[in-house]
């Protein structure tokens, strides 16, 4: 489970990364759809997480972004995308050394299943220049 929670945080960085990066470095070369739209899991919108657009052919640039409150709003390559969906949360705190004056950190779990994250089945087209994606996602 440690490693788990590390990989999620990691999934998360890397995503908001790779949706600042290619946010700012279009520069014409590459045309990039303004993709909005709604993530719920069980009929309840997702309070944070994020979404990842990977290029279904495995070719081309990943981008992503945050989802807050079930709404995101990411810019992304055209094109057939394999969709990822990450939402944790807070299960525990841990002291990271074992002293009385240790600080703490959050032990969290991933709340999606693995079919719409790592062995994700959602698809896409993008369309230029707008393209809108709602999902609500079941246990």
Known sequence: MKYAMRFTALAVCVSVFAALTLAGCGGGKTPMAKVEGEVKFDGTPIEKGSIVFVPSDGKGPTAGGEIT???FSVLVPPGAKRIEIRSSKVV???KAYDTPDSPTFDITEEVIPPVYNSQS???KDIQMPKTRVDLDLKR
């Open 121 to 123: 089945t959602l698809t």
């Open 69 to 71: 409150n079930g709404r």
């Open 92 to 94: 525990g705190k841990r």
